[in-house]
T-cell receptor, first 115, second 117 residues
Framework: AQSVTQLGSHVSVSEGALVLLRCNYS??????LFWYVQYPNQGLQLLLKYTTGATLVKGINGFEAEFKKSETSFHLTKPSAHMSDAAEYFC?????????????FGQGTILTVHP | ETGVTQTPRHLVMGMTNKKSLKCEQH?????MYWYKQSAKKPLELMFVYNFKEQTENNSVPSRFSPECPNSSHLFLHLHTLQPEDSALYLC????????????????FGPGTRLLVL
């Protein structure tokens, strides 16, 4: 079984400040990890993903995430927040095997950016 | 049209109605998914289709009935729903490349917001 925990359902930062959204996962096999973003009234859009190889993954819009196996974490960061980053962010895990692309999502973190 | 489209975008229905949600992907993908997004709950996978065959049913009640006539289209037929079924229903698709399918990005549609009265 696999699971995802996102610490903090709401995160608020000032424009220009560091963004840190936390994600911890549980998986019995090496995981594939994803971050998606959802803007109001839209579907989910992939920000970045980790499959194999380099543990620091860069995504769109200046976001990056680091896979830390020892901490079972995949936290999302951005050095400088922009007003357009305000959205809901979802961490997800896919554990491979015969689960046919079964993504397990965290409960989401709403990011608010203040001027 | 590009990407994944869903119709209708909004739907209000009574508990005795029958309605259908439609999803179409223009990405040439082989796998399609239905998710339910309820307030204050994580996204829940409902069904997975791979090359038109259902490969996952996540213990979904029978009042939800999926149909996948081809790799580009996915339907969710609804009948005798309950108010707790009110949610955003998201469709997604991904390429199935054999052993690497779990690494594949899922592309989501904008969703259908369903209200059951």
């Amino acid at each position: 079984a696999q699971s995802v925990t996102q610490l903090g359902s709401h995160v608020s930062v000032s424009e220009g400040a560091l963004v840190l959204l936390r994600c911890n996962y549980s998986s019995s096999v090496p995981p594939y990890l994803f971050w998606y973003v959802q803007y109001p009234n839209q579907g989910l859009q992939l920000l970045l993903k980790y499959t194999t190889g380099a543990t620091l993954v860069k995504g769109i819009n200046g976001f990056e995430a680091e896979f830390k196996k020892s901490e079972t974490s995949f936290h999302l960061t951005k050095p400088s927040a922009h007003m357009s980053d305000a959205a809901e962010y979802f961490c997800a895990v896919s554990a491979g095997g015969t689960s046919y692309g079964k993504l397990t999502f965290g409960q989401g973190t709403i990011l608010t950016v203040h001027p | 049209e590009t990407g994944v489209t869903q119709t209708p975008r909004h739907l209000v229905m009574g508990m005795t109605n029958k309605k259908s949600l439609k999803c179409e992907q223009h990405l040439g993908h082989n796998a399609m998914y239905w998710y339910k997004q309820s307030a204050k709950k994580p996204l829940e996978l409902m069904f997975v289709y791979n090359f038109k065959e259902q490969t996952e049913n996540n213990s979904v009640p029978s009042r939800f009935s999926p149909e996948c006539p081809n790799s580009s289209h996915l339907f969710l037929h609804l009948h005798t729903l309950q108010p707790e079924d009110s949610a955003l229903y998201l469709c997604a698709s991904s390429q199935d490349r054999g052993q690497s399918y779990n690494q594949e990005t899922q592309y989501f549609g904008p969703g259908t917001r369903l209200l059951v009265l």
